[in-house]
């Protein structure tokens, strides 16, 4: 039996254009061996949970540096839970102050990642977090 | 220390005795600590620089003296004894109101000049209403949606008495119109302003990625604001070709040199095939460079950067005023090298970068604030920033003397190899047809990306030190510090100054005005006369942009 690929879309929403951050982590997953979709920037919530559906992915790594967390990542988390796709993490990264955490994985968020974080540990959080798939 | 010699010079030759007699002992009995010493952008730095390191640099050619050709050892004969830098933090957050009083109590504090940050509705085009500006709104910077808000913005400060440069690139002649505008109200002569538009449309397809419009319609923007201003704001800089977001995008300071002095050359370029004369307009045209942790590799970057330019000017362009061979720069510590761990760590990095950019020679510095890596500075923390500054120019002494560090060895040979490295990329560049079709091409973007993913790989091997995160991390480290907040209550306040603004225009002057806006934009006639007129009827910043969208249409970025 060979092994599903884990897959993951790396989002951009909002309107910061920062994108050497999601760049990075989406080169560093696939050469982790993972399945990676970068939506590009400037995605609606809605588009972002309309391409995790369509790519059927297993976790969304939301990219945002502008201070729009707490509007976008919710709605993102939301989104999907309306789609049946409560299996699907939700990770976000970028300028997050550490205040905003809490209330972030209240609504829905598995984890937020600091700046400083290293991607190997955002491949090893993947590794073991990800739900198998039958 | 090149491996392979012709012949050996007598420079050549007494560090070859060194090597042997002195150094190859202590080798033996105690090895260095690593293999390869490298720069912040990975470059590898020798162990000693010696004459033999500078047998190719020809003082009278290469390095003269300051405030002549080609200008390495800086513009000014005099570097800051005579003037110091201007000291320009860039601000904005919020309202109008709140910017305007962070301006006043910056410039209370002993600032010298301003610089506006706008927040990312506003730099892509959008009204703080549009759907898209949702929990954006006064973010990253300042919400500014029509000239209303930009009367509000400046407030009690005479444009005529202040320099103030504007962060603003996609829609930058629009907002160049209002503070224009906001000026003409004020009664100051626009002859006698000057400030600096940002306005590098070509670093925002290349790293920072606020855009709108297509490429090359965006380029004719920015022709139109040179045009404009040589004839009606002549003291004006209509442009700050930057590097500044291409360093922070993760390339080397190699690449932060070579892209934006390339970019550089393409405007002029663009000037000239629109009939500019280039000692007409280029003198106007400012630059702005990071400044990164790596000291002298950024001292060199910026001492490299006057010497191609002056050169490139003279030999590509035929310039003949100095004033259009001076590089003048604008320079920022590297927002990307701050942490939120141990925030406070952050202060000795900007004092650091903040001091190679001085004795690199700049015209005027930001210095980052050590809470940026969390959140927009505090007043608090934008103080220290500013102190940073004055402590630099009055109290360390190295004001006193021009270019200290030139004739340095390790520092000229340096300078050389920036210099050579940015010309084989330029070289890269013409082959391609420019900078406007290497960016179609996606050459600077995937050349970059692939020194940001290089750098994070260092990072991750600990080959770089990023103290507090790699190394000398504190465990369960409770941050403490104030950070500013930028409450969700901003929008519905700005959304209401907005509906007051429409509410009392004329909406048959506004769309007058717009109308004329299209048809200059699909003649191909400047638009600066028209956008102002838009803006002086109140036509908001969303609305101006959307003529210019229907003509011009929207950028999409290829996959690279």
């Known amino acids: 039996m060979t092994e599903r690929k884990i897959r993951v879309l790396v989002a951009k929403p909002g309107l910061d254009g920062h994108d050497r951050g999601a760049k990075i982590i989406a080169r560093a997953l696939r050469d982790a061996g993972m399945e990676v979709i970068y939506t590009g920037l400037r995605q609606t919530p809605e588009m972002i949970a309309a391409a995790a559906l369509q790519e059927d992915v297993d976790a969304v790594g939301v990219s945002i540096l502008s201070g729009a967390h707490n509007t976008l990542c919710p709605r993102i988390v939301q989104l999907l839970q309306e789609r049946g796709m409560d299996d699907c993490l939700v990770l976000v990264g970028g300028i997050v102050p550490k205040e905003d955490v809490p209330r972030l994985k209240e609504m829905g968020v598995a984890e937020v990642f600091l700046p400083g974080t290293s991607t190997e540990d955002i491949v090893t959080y993947l590794r073991d977090n990800v739900r198998p798939r039958v | ?560």
């Not at chain 2, 690449?255 to 280039?278: H, K, M, N, P, S």
């Not at chain 2, 006193?400 to 940015?422: H, I």
């Open chain 2, 1 to 560: 220390m090149s491996e392979v010699k012709e012949i050996t010079s007598p420079e050549q030759a007494a560090a070859e005795r060194w090597e042997e007699e002195t150094l190859a002992p202590v080798l033996q009995k105690r090895p260095e600590r690593k293999q390869r010493f490298e720069t912040v952008s990975l470059d590898a730095v020798e162990r000693l620089y010696t004459p033999a390191d500078v047998h190719d640099i020809d003082f009278d050619e290469d390095t003269a003296f300051p405030g002549e050709f080609p200008y390495t050892r800086g513009i000014h004969p005099t570097g800051y004894r005579g003037k110091l830098w201007t000291m320009r933090q860039f601000a904005g957050f919020g309202t109008p109101e709140e910017t305007n009083a962070r301006f006043k109590y910056l410039m209370a504090q002993g600032q010298t000049g301003l610089s506006v940050a706008y927040d990312l509705p506003t730099l892509m085009g959008y009204d703080a209403d549009a759907m898209l500006s949702e929990g954006e709104v006064g973010k990253c910077g300042v919400a500014v949606s029509s000239l209303a808000d930009m009367e509000t913005l400046f407030d009690g400060i005479p444009l005529e008495g202040v320099t103030v440069s504007q962060t603003i690139n996609a829609p930058a002649s629009v907002l160049l119109a209002m503070y224009l505008v906001v000026a003409e109200k004020q009664g100051a002569d626009w002859r006698k302003i000057s400030g600096t538009l940002q306005n590098d449309i070509l670093k925002e397809y290349i790293a920072q990625k606020e855009w709108i419009y297509p490429i090359r319609p965006a380029m004719k923007l920015v022709v139109d604001t040179f045009e404009f201003c040589t004839r009606h704001v002549p003291k004006y800089n209509p442009i700050s070709v930057s590097g500044y977001h291409i360093r922070e995008a993760g390339s080397t300071a190699m690449q932060e040199l070579a892209f934006t002095l390339r970019d550089g050359i393409e405007y002029v370029q663009w000037g000239v095939d629109a009939g500019l004369d280039v000692d007409e307009f280029v003198p106007r045209i400012s630059f702005f460079f990071n400044a990164h942790n790596d000291f002298f590799e950024e001292i060199a970057k910026y001492r490299a950067a006057r010497r191609i330019w002056s050169r490139t000017m003279r030999e590509r362009f035929n310039a003949k005023d100095p004033r259009t061979l001076q590089l003048r720069f604008h320079t920022q510590t590297a927002g990307v090298s701050l942490t939120v761990q141990q925030p406070l760590n952050n202060i000795v990095r900007v004092a650091i970068q903040a001091l190679a950019g001085v004795l690199g020679g700049t015209q005027s510095l930001h210095t980052d604030a050590y809470d940026e890596a969390l959140a927009l500075p505090t007043d608090q923390a934008a103080l220290i920033a500013l102190r940073t500054q004055q402590i630099i120019a009055e109290e360390t002494g190295v004001v006193n003397t021009v270019d200290p560090l030139g004739g340095s060895y390790f520092l000229e040979s340096l300078t050389k190899k920036m210099e050579d490295g940015a010309l084989d990329y330029f070289a890269k560049i013409d082959a391609m047809g420019g900078m406007v079709s290497a960016v179609e091409k996606g050459f600077p973007q995937r050349e970059i990306q692939e020194s940001a993913y290089q750098y994070q790989k260092a990072v991750e091997r600990g080959e770089q030190t990023i103290v507090g995160v790699n190394k000398y991390q504190i465990e369960n480290e409770q941050s403490k510090i104030d950070i500013l907040v930028i409450d969700e209550s901003v929008r519905g306040h700005q959304i209401a100054r907005l509906e007051e603004a429409r509410a009392r225009r004329d909406d048959g002057a506004v769309a007058n005005a717009l109308e004329k806006l299209k048809r200059a934009a699909q003649s191909g006639d400047n638009t600066m006369p028209a956008t102002i007129e838009a803006v002086r009827a109140y036509a908001t910043l969303g609305e101006v942009c959307d003529a210019l969208r229907d003509v011009y249409g929207l950028y999409e970025e290829p996959a690279f």
